[in-house]
């Protein structure tokens, strides 16, 4: 985890993270919708896994951070 990424205390800037990550590999070219869909690969399906673990533990150090400051 990004330590630097830890202490962003924004959550616009949270929410913005998040949709470049969903655009970039969530939603990219390769997932399609309606009658044209694929079906997705193990390899997509391990990387949305990790990317998904790793924004949970970034979501938790943020939490701790907020959470940490408050109660000063």
């Known amino acids: 985890m990004n330590n630097a990424a ?6 616009q800037a949270w929410v913005e993270e998040s949709a470049d990550l969903a655009k970039q590999f969530a939603y990219a070219p390769r997932v399609r919708m309606g009658k044209t869909a ?17 924004q949970a533990a970034l979501a938790a150090a943020r939490l701790a951070n907020l959470i940490n400051e408050a109660l000063k």
Not at 38 to 54: F, G, H, K, P
């Open 6 to 11: 830890a202490q962003v205390s924004d959550p």
């Open 38 to 54: 694929v079906m997705l690969t193990r390899d997509y399906e391990t990387s949305a896994r990790n990317i998904a673990r790793s």
